[in-house]
T-cell receptor
């Protein structure tokens, strides 16, 4: 399997622009997670889905952030409008059956810089 | 939700020494405790995990111990090597600790 695939790998955008990050989870996995990593805040869970349904979005920082999972093989994380403080590495991850008891597989991350 | 605290935030050891990283969690219902290693420019990857019915698990130079009563678990790396230098995360899935940056000096 190719693993979790994220795009773009790197993005530099201007403040105020819309940013869309994309993720293809590992085939057959039923959980999908979005994390944000910064030096200050570590690895934060933003939102996770089970069978395409959002389960916990309490980590989404504010209304500028939204995530969707229209089908089992695709998810997006959108930031609109973007701000410099959104600069971070965004990881998508997936796992199979069970938040508590199964390995979470991470993608390589999307490195976002907002100038 | 689950609260996961990890320490130390940085750890520097001499090659060949042991390293220990500790993690505490808040939800007594948690029953799965993984450790992940993140190398530069990559996503975290699982290196070892333990379930609540086991007190210790070992895989070559790494081991994890669990104390369910105290709600803490630890990662032990023996005979450290420079390639062990990375950031290590504990998790009470799906939430992660803040990470420990381990540096192994040759």
């Amino acid at each position: 399997d190719a693993g979790v695939i994220q795009s773009p790998r790197h993005e530099v955008t201007e403040m105020g622009q819309e940013v869309t990050l994309r993720c293809k989870p590992i085939s057959g996995h039923d959980y999908l997670f979005w994390y944000r990593q910064t030096m200050m805040r570590g690895l934060e869970l933003l939102i996770y889905f089970n069978n395409n349904v959002p389960i916990d979005d309490s980590g989404m920082p504010e209304d500028r952030f939204s995530a969707k999972m229209p089908n089992a093989s695709f998810s997006t994380l959108k930031i609109q409008p973007s701000e410099p403080r959104d600069s971070a590495v965004y990881f998508c991850a997936s796992s199979f059956t069970g938040v508590e008891g199964n390995t979470i597989y991470f993608g390589e991350g999307s490195w976002l810089t907002v100038v | 939700g689950e609260n996961v605290e990890q320490h130390p935030s940085t750890l520097s050891v001499q090659e060949g020494d042991s390293a220990v990283i500790k993690c505490t969690y808040s939800d007594s219902a948690s029953n799965y405790f993984p450790w992940y290693k993140q190398e530069l420019g990559k996503g975290p990857q699982l290196i070892i995990d333990i379930r609540s019915n086991v007190g210790e698990k070992k895989d070559q130079r790494i081991a994890v111990t669990l104390n369910k009563t105290a709600k803490h678990f630890s990662l032990h790396i023996t005979e450290t090597q420079p390639e062990d230098s990375a950031v290590y995360f504990c998790a009470a899935s799906p939430r992660f600790g803040a990470g420990t940056r381990l540096t192994v000096k040759p």
